[in-house]
């Protein structure tokens, strides 16, 4: 069982609007969480083909997700957009924590 507050709570999938497809288990632990509708609904730009692939995969997909995940961070784009984020306070309770949505949309801007 999971809650969430609907006034307080915060969902967001980083990876994808770093230009890395979601990693780390993320695809895996929200499509069987939430079911493949609504895990698409969180991870929208994602590439639906893995979400897919890994609704029942084996543990060898979990292996290559996190291999592209780490690829995916290769890419200079990536660690550009997520060092700007660091430097922003991510992963601290912050501004740019409690309003990444509209820091993200800066980065097109």
Do not use: C, Y
């Not at 060092?83 to 740019?96: A, V, Y």
């Amino acid at each position: 069982m999971r809650f969430a507050s609907l006034e307080r709570a915060i969902f967001g999938q980083l990876k994808v609007a770093t230009g890395v497809i979601p990693g780390g288990g993320a695809v895996q632990h929200l499509s069987r969480l939430m079911g493949r509708a609504r895990a698409l609904e969180v991870i929208a730009s994602a590439d639906e083909e893995r979400v897919h692939a890994i609704t029942l995969a084996p543990e060898a997909d979990f292996r290559r997700d996190s291999e592209l995940f780490g690829e995916g961070f290769r890419d200079g784009e990536a660690k550009r957009r997520t060092g700007l984020l660091l430097n922003r306070g991510l992963q601290t309770r912050s501004e740019t924590e409690l309003n990444l949505g509209r820091v993200l949309g800066e980065f097109d801007s």
